[in-house]
């Protein structure tokens, strides 16, 4: 595999959503935390993680972060109240490439880049497919409050010659998984047994399914948003957790594993 292009590449930073204005954002990127002014300080971040595929050293296509623009801007704008900014990771290259990992390799610099940038605030992780994946990978970093991980791609053991991926990184952080069952890229079986494992560790993990939608669960996408902002902003502000995701962090498996994300979430959410 070419591998000489890659130390020329760097991962980045898109610019911050969530911010007090174009203002805001710009002067985000300027200093590292703390206060200031009314609503300039940034007190938590959402890093987006795009998908990707199994291989490939050439530069991504923008469509992949821009598939994951308006799930960053839904946070950024649910957390705008807390301080929350908003960022999505432009990986190296395109592919995981076998253990090499990129995007996760490119997950840990960007959790480095934001604690240079805005000091010690909590990141909830949200990745989508190969980026889920890369997500549950860098959850390790001290930084990492949370992980959301959306239609996670990740390997079978029995057909991908490969090992399980790692959980022992998941301890003390919130974990939300969501997998429609329809999905024909990325296994849903496989994400409920990767979060089977993950709950022996962690008990603070939990996954919803989304009945009768696919890959990129556009048929339920306003119930998917809410939920997912409903799960950041519990775990970065403590804000509290809708009930059903209460109710699914506190049933074992395999019912808060396979919990159904039900029509309509998001309309009622506090009860």
Known sequence: MAQQALPVREARLGKPLGTAGKEGAREALRWRGGRRGTGREVSGVALLLPGGGPTGVRRPSPVAALAVRPLAVR?????????????????????????????????????????????????????????????????????VNSVLAIAPWLPDPHRDDAQPDPVKQLIGRQVLLIHGTNDERTDPDLSYRYAERAKKVNRDICRFEVHSDGHSLHQHRAEVLALASDFMLGSLFARGYARPVKDALAAPPPLGLRMPLAAGFGASLRH
């Open 75 to 143: 946070l950024a704008k649910a957390g705008r109240p807390e301080g929350l900014t908003a960022h999505v990771v432009r990986y190296r290259c395109s592919g995981w490439n076998g253990t090499e990992a990129h995007p996760a390799r490119d997950a840990d610099w960007a959790l480095e880049e934001v604690v240079r940038r805005y000091g010690d605030v909590p990141v909830c992780l949200v990745g989508t497919g190969m980026g889920a994946r890369a997500a549950l990978h860098a959850a390790g970093h001290p930084a």
